[in-house]
């Protein structure tokens, strides 16, 4: 199969230049300026020819953060490798990394093997995987070499969730060491677990149940002092350190301190933190469980420096963290008790357009927007160039986006397999209208053309860390 997409702005993070593109089989092949002519050479040849005068040419997104069939607060996240990977080229994300996750008191690699059966012929773009470390010990630190070797260097671990996959200090320090001689990277969720912990029982006692006291129970500094915290220990050890879903300006500060002294942290923030805010779990009659993540949701006064983020770089990627509960029978676990609302939120088919808006705002520009959603997570994943742009030899996972259409999202046209959209109503400028997955077109113009099976795991690279 060869494909001709021509007279399109093909948008890569070091800028935006009229180009045509010639894909065959599943790698873009070259790329030509329209005025050379080539293009009308390939054409004759080709099998299909996409014309995309005025549109966007951009690399496929990489979204190295979903949950999906994630065993979580006593019930299971609610997209499957097939409804989350579809949802996700719908989207325009044609890569994905997902949590494995290892319960206490197994082994990582067999984790692992039951990552592979739950995607494995399921998924319809590609995929790889990241381990969630809930247990640390002498067997499993000796088995993230394995890991590595499966194509696997990165490994998630909590400060926050005590009980559950909470790490001790001690634990991360000893798994940072290990990263840091295998070359692996060990990402964070720092939030301070166990003084959460004592807030949500105090809150609970005194009757207040409500959503919006699962934001009121994690406060800023709670997150700000663990991410001082994780960056202090991998001073230490002088391993790199990846914040994982950062919320709070405060937590910023302290990634902002490290990188400008010159240490290997970085940072992703998620598009829920950008355009939603505490207001949202403050909703009446229980809709606020709708928007229980962790960290939870901020103040709006909180995104003008995460955007400043975005675009000085001390925020390196968004990702969305998607992880989707029901409302009607999941997130209803927790009426009365806003502790037991599952964590988590819907996400991974808007956050091409969701940050699409802040180049329609000027919060970043058009090559900015590319990097963050796709290039700089295939870069920091180990899988640049394949992944994260447009250039001879790479996965041609292109999407073609149309800057001018309107849409608005809703959970009545959404793809993913949950009953609610965390975004219902907003309208946004922008929509995905061909996505090219492996040379495959796999969306068009509202049709979905791909197939489950289509998606092959990715074993990574090691990472490649850039400040
Ligand atoms: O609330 C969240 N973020 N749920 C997913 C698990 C995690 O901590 O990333
Ligand atoms: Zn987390
Ligand atoms: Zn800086
Ligand atoms: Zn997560």
Not at 71 to 92: Q, R
Not at 356 to 371: D, F, K, M, T, Y
Not at 400 to 429: C, F, K, R, W
Request: aromatic share 8%; with cysteine; net charge negative.
């Amino acid at each position: 199969m060869s494909i001709v997409i021509r007279d399109g702005l093909v948008v890569t993070a070091t800028g935006a230049t009229p180009t045509d593109v010639l894909v065959s089989g599943e790698r873009v092949a070259a790329l030509a300026s329209p005025d050379s002519g080539l293009a009308d050479r390939w054409a004759t040849g080709a099998d299909q020819v996409i014309d995309a005068t005025g549109r966007y040419v951009i690399p496929g997104g990489v979204d190295v953060h979903t949950h999906l069939e994630m065993p979580f607060g006593g019930t299971f996240s609610s997209d499957t490798f097939e409804t989350g990977t579809i949802a996700a080229a719908w989207g325009g994300t044609t890569t994905i990394i997902d949590f494995a996750v290892q319960p206490k008191g197994s082994s990582l690699l067999s984790a692992l093997d039951k990552w592979h059966e739950k995607a494995d012929g399921q998924a319809a773009v590609d995929y790889g995987f990241h381990l969630i470390l809930s247990d640390v010990n002498d067997a499993t630190l000796k088995e993230m070499d394995a890991c590595v070797d499966a194509g696997v260097n990165s490994f998630k671990m909590f400060m926050a969730y005590p009980g559950v996959f909470y790490a001790t200090d001690g634990d991360i320090l000893r798994a940072m060491s290990r990263a840091r001689d295998i070359g692996a990277m060990v990402m964070m969720h720092a939030e301070n677990g166990i003084a959460i912990d004592q807030l949500v029982t105090e809150a609970l006692a005194e009757g207040r149940t409500d959503p919006v006291h699962h934001g009121v129970t994690r406060p800023t500094e709670l997150e700000a002092e663990a991410t001082h915290r994780a960056i202090a220990l991998a001073k230490v050890t002088g391993s790199p350190l990846y914040i994982v879903h950062l919320s709070a300006s405060e937590a910023l500060s302290a990634v902002t301190a490290a990188r400008d002294a010159g240490q290997n942290v970085f940072a992703e923030t998620c598009p829920q933190y950008l355009f939603l805010s505490l207001d949202d779990l403050d909703r009446p009659d229980f809709e606020g469980a709708k928007y229980v993540a962790s960290p939870p949701l901020r103040p709006r006064s909180h995104q003008a420096e995460l955007w400043r983020g975005l675009r000085t770089n001390d925020l390196s990627v968004v990702s969305t963290d998607h992880c989707p509960f029901c409302f009607k029978e999941q997130k209803e676990l927790g009426r009365g008790d806003f502790s037991k609302i599952p964590n988590g939120m819907p996400g991974v088919e808007h956050r091409m357009d969701l940050l699409h808006q802040g180049v329609v705002r000027g919060e970043i520009s058009l090559p900015r927007w590319v990097e963050i959603t796709s290039t700089t997570p295939a870069r920091m994943f180990g899988l640049y160039p394949r992944k994260g742009t447009i250039g001879p030899g790479s996965d041609a996972d292109i999407v073609i986006y149309d800057p001018q259409a309107v849409q608005t999202l809703s959970v009545q046209t959404h793809h993913m397999n949950v009953d609610y959209s965390a975004y219902e109503g907003l309208q946004v400028l922008g929509r995905v209208e061909t996505v090219v997955s492996r040379g495959e077109v796999v969306l068009d113009r509202g049709s979905f053309l791909g197939r489950t099976g289509h998606g092959r795991f990715l074993a990574r690279e090691p990472c490649q860390y850039l400040h």
